[in-house]
């Protein structure tokens, strides 16, 4: 008889644990769809940022060579991500690409193509709002003296671009924080009641003399093992969805740095661990500061 009540209560433990650590890998899913969010917005955020493109035109009185000369000390410089020259000829091209026929604009110019060459160049990502721009116009207009005649970009372009990502990122940290503050409630709620069936041996522990650091180490141990757990299983789920989404819908694609992917793994499992350990710790204290009398209410 006594080796069935044991066995019954063996499985309970495991059971609580398990029903524990999948209720916590649920819960890391979810704030790891909002990380990801982030995460994906940024490199989106960064692809978008550094196809900005800003013009450089020239003096009338350089040449092809100059020119491209130019553009070669402009390429070495840490400010681009791209830099390019457009020739008059590919820049007519591009008018025929918007609807414009070059035959018709040569006709209508008396067979002249009135487009300068230029140099086209992206900023790095840091740079790409209107400070960098600036900082980077008047450092081409310093280096190359009487040599570049105007440096032009979409302001208002430059402006939206910043102001729209700020904004969704903005929100998307609002709700991961909100998450965040739930998954802690509803994590240490799952940890007391798991340790709930232990309370009898918690305070039987204290009542013969061990200590309170003794008692809390095993159950602390557990916690990282449960945190652990729970961010690999989390995890799993996470890049499952992630690789189904890219497989069934052809339009959208989700996509991660190696950098990122690393960081979002790492937040997982500092916050599986974090909120874990903090709640049984929480709850250990609760049932050591109880009196024996409160433990059967």
């Keep these: 008889m006594a080796k069935k009540i044991d066995k019954y209560s063996r499985r309970g433990v495991r059971t609580s644990y398990a029903s524990t650590v999948i209720g916590i890998s649920l819960v890391l899913f979810m704030i790891g769809l909002i990380i990801g969010g982030v995460l994906g917005i940024q490199e989106f955020e960064k692809q978008v940022k550094e196809s900005i493109k800003a013009d450089v035109f020239f003096n009338s009185?350089?040449?092809d060579a100059d020119i491209k000369l130019i553009e070669i000390e402009l390429q070495q410089w840490p400010e681009f991500s791209e830099v390019y020259f457009v020739s008059p000829e590919r820049a007519m091209a591009d008018f025929q690409g918007v609807g414009t026929s070059k035959d018709n604009m040569l006709q209508l110019l008396d067979?002249?193509?009135p487009l300068p060459p230029t140099v086209v160049f992206s900023p790095v990502e840091k740079l790409a709002n209107k400070k960098g721009m600036d900082l980077i116009t008047e450092k081409i207009m310093e280096t190359f003296v009487g040599e570049i005649d105007e440096v032009s970009y979409d302001v208002n372009s430059v402006k939206d671009v910043n102001m729209g990502f700020q904004q969704f990122v903005y929100l998307l940290l609002g709700v991961a924080l909100l998450l965040v503050i739930i998954a802690v409630a509803m994590i240490?709620?799952?940890i007391r009641l798991a340790l709930y069936s232990k309370r009898f041996t918690i305070k039987t522990q204290q009542l013969v003399g061990a200590k309170g650091s003794f008692i809390?180490?095993?159950f602390l141990f557990q916690a990282v093992l449960q945190g652990v757990f729970s961010s690999i299983i989390g995890m799993f789920i996470l890049v499952s969805v992630f690789?189904?989404?890219n497989n069934v819908f052809d339009?959208?694609?989700i996509t991660f740095s190696q950098n990122s992917f690393i960081i979002l793994a790492s937040c997982?499992?500092?916050l599986g661990i974090f909120i874990t350990v903090l709640s049984t710790l929480f709850a250990l204290n609760k049932y050591?500061?109880?009196s024996l009398d409160d433990l059967y209410s």
């Design 251 to 253: 339009t959208f694609e």
């Design 288 to 290: 050591l500061r109880m």
């Design 111 to 113: 067979g002249d193509n």
């Design 61 to 63: 009185d350089l040449n």
């Design 243 to 245: 690789y189904a989404s």
């Design 268 to 270: 997982l499992l500092v």
């Design 216 to 218: 809390r180490r095993p």
């Design 188 to 190: 240490n709620n799952t």
